[in-house]
């Protein structure tokens, strides 16, 4: 039942925002008043040119990449790192057997 409450209230929150979003860009906004400053599309922040979208494509494109190679770096690291584990894991267990091989029961004279 909380799970359905969350839910709910992030689609309310994602359909009031796509409503505000959607009044800002028609123009004929009242609910919000909105001051152009600018009336060059380079400076809008809502007219998408040729150039922004390439400069967007190329920031998201260098950011997955290097997200990638992070997750990349830390699979290796803790992949290293649980085969070090496991040896020594090995070993103790090995170490132990031998151990407890060699204990003489009592009562025995060797």
Do not use: H, Y
């Not at 992070?70 to 090995?90: E, H, K, M, S």
Request: no cysteine; proline share 5%.
């Amino acid at each position: 039942m909380r799970r359905l409450v969350v839910l709910v209230v992030l689609l309310v929150i994602l359909i009031a925002g796509g409503g505000l979003t959607m009044q800002l860009i028609s123009g004929g906004g009242s609910l919000l008043p909105v001051l152009t400053q600018v009336n060059s599309p380079d400076a809008a922040p809502t007219v998408v040119l040729p150039w922004k979208a390439e400069q967007f494509f190329l920031l998201v494109s260098f950011i997955l990449f290097n997200l990638i190679g992070i997750a990349a770096t830390l699979a290796l690291v803790f992949w290293l790192l649980d085969g070090g584990l496991r040896r020594q894991r090995a070993k103790a267990a090995a170490a132990e057997a031998a151990a407890t091989s060699a204990v003489v029961p009592v009562g025995t004279n060797k």
